[in-house]
């Protein structure tokens, strides 16, 4: 193996930590942290197949999240790239209005500015990766 | 939630098949079978970020990771979406020629079309998820 590019290892350490303050900042119901983690032109698919959410969609999505007690188990460490994505794959609990509470056995892909702010975040999860909690 | 489509679930479970005969082909260094699980027009990125791979250069691919002994474990259940994605999550170990055995944290993200063939697989993997196995 080369010796890998500083830069490009200061990038992928600099998406991994947005991504673990995604996580954190779920697991805490901060909403505004939350969408301080986006760029103004981001874009939203979960599950991927659904419509795409813009910004000014996140403070409900995100809102959303918080009042449903969200929470956030990764079940492997982040992955990275040779470029500006990574991933963080988990599994989530929730609790939407009169249900119970429930899984999904989720993963989030993202896309990244040179400022490390999530510029896309889709998420892979089937209608089978679903269950009760 | 609502009930999810028949068409939608054949497809996760058509995609989740082929991801599983994947992992299996690649642990028996099966380079035809590997191929096959492809459409002819499909593209290889592994990892992100770097050149991408076309059909007619699939065999060799294939046949460097069955020559380097490469073994997958996934890590987590496999992910599928509400369309034609899905995502296996696994760590990969390989002994490239002069090389110890090394491991990859790395994750497949691959895009397939209706006849139930890979027709993109984009590789999750930095220079900061290698190691020694």
New interface residues.
């Given amino acids: 193996?080369d010796a890998?590019?500083p830069a490009?290892?200061r990038r992928?350490?600099a998406m991994k930590a947005a991504l673990q303050a995604y996580v954190e900042r779920t697991n805490a119901g901060d909403v505004a942290g939350l969408v301080a983690l986006f760029a103004s032109d981001a874009v939203i698919e979960d599950?991927?197949?659904?419509p795409i959410k813009t910004y000014a969609d996140f403070p409900a999505w995100f809102g959303d999240a918080a009042a449903f007690a969200t929470h956030i188990t990764p079940?492997?460490?982040l992955?990275?790239?040779?470029?500006n994505?990574?991933?963080v794959?988990f599994d989530v609990e929730f609790t939407p209005p009169g249900?119970p509470r429930l899984r999904i056995?989720?993963?989030d892909?993202c896309t990244f500015d040179d400022a490390g702010l999530i510029t896309s975040l889709r998420a892979?999860?089937?209608?089978?990766?679903?269950e009760p909690a």
């Fill in positions: 193996m890998p590019d490009l290892l992928q350490a599950p991927i197949g659904s079940v492997a460490p992955r990275g790239s040779h470029a994505e990574a991933l794959v249900s056995r989720s993963a892909a892979y999860w089937g209608p089978e990766d679903i």
